[in-house]
């Protein structure tokens, strides 16, 4: 029994991490995404980690992979927010990271 949990809290773990990868084409790209100057236009508000190991479930954590096979999702920062699938916001502190609109958050499942 010990066993299954285990399995199923790795299974979660890894399904909803946020290892994310920017492409250089918009074509590449699962999730198109805009920079916005307020959090208050933000649909989430992210803190970028120093290792991969920080990141848990789908909370705003993300941290940068050098390649796109390491990667959960693929993102393209778009010019425009009006291209964008989602409008994140850079937060200073990781108690800053998260959701402000939660019908977005599948775009990161």
């Known amino acids: 029994m010990k ?4 399995i199923a809290f ?9 290892k994310m990868y920017s492409v250089d084409y918009q074509s590449q790209a699962d999730v198109k995404v805009y920079v ?17 190991s920080q990141v848990r479930g789908n909370e705003g954590l993300w941290f940068f992979v050098d390649y ?4 959960d999702k693929k993102i393209y ?3 425009y927010s ?18 402000r609109n939660n019908s977005k958050k599948y775009l990161l499942y």
């Not at 790795?10 to 946020?18: D, H, V």
Request: aromatic content about 20%; proline content about 0%.
């Open 3 to 6: 066993k299954i949990l285990f």
């Open 82 to 99: 009006s291209q964008a699938d989602l409008k994140i916001y850079f937060v200073e502190y990781r108690s800053q990271a998260g959701w």
């Open 77 to 79: 920062f778009v010019d």
């Open 10 to 18: 790795l299974y979660s773990s890894i399904a909803y991490s946020q």
């Open 36 to 52: 916005v100057d307020y959090a208050s236009q933000a649909d989430l508000k992210v803190y970028k980690v120093d290792y991969s």
């Open 68 to 71: 796109s096979t390491q990667s």
